[in-house]
């Protein structure tokens, strides 16, 4: 069921429905936008542009461009300078939300952490182990 929401770029009132996050108006801007965009980038000589290159050819707001790269819609297999901010250190990356820099960082605290836990586990173990006392007779 749609919902009533604010455009995040005007400010207007649009019928949220999941499919897009902007009202009509912005979506078409930005789809003129992603149109100027790639008509600069099929051009073989544009094609290895960097981020801060096609802000300056095209005016288009990096944002807007690291959305495109997030949803697909620019590949980075075949613009390869392209990318988007890690959620964790702002390093341009092109697939998920963390560069690999934090990838290999945070499983290097998830070892850590799970041996440290199995340290503790075993501790418990032995602690609670049972004792037996020597009868005497």
Excluded at 20 to 34: L, N
Excluded at 72 to 77: E, F, K, M, Y
Excluded at 101 to 118: G, M, N, V
């Amino acid at each position: 069921m749609a919902e009533i929401r604010n455009c995040p770029s005007c400010g207007e009132f649009f019928n949220y429905t999941g499919v897009r996050d902007v009202c009509y108006k912005c979506a078409q801007r930005e789809e003129d936008m992603y149109q100027i965009v790639y008509r600069f980038l099929r051009k073989r000589e544009n094609r290895a542009a960097t981020v801060d290159r096609i802000v300056e050819a095209t005016g288009v707001e990096e944002e807007v461009l690291y959305k495109w790269v997030r949803k697909g819609r620019l590949h980075p297999a075949v613009f390869p300078n392209l990318g988007y901010p890690c959620d964790n250190c702002g390093k341009i990356t092109n697939k998920g939300k963390l560069c690999q820099d934090c990838q290999d960082d945070l499983k290097s605290e998830l070892r850590t952490f799970e041996a440290a836990q199995e340290f503790r586990e075993d501790i418990k173990r032995r602690e609670k182990g049972t004792y037996l006392a020597e009868q005497k007779d």
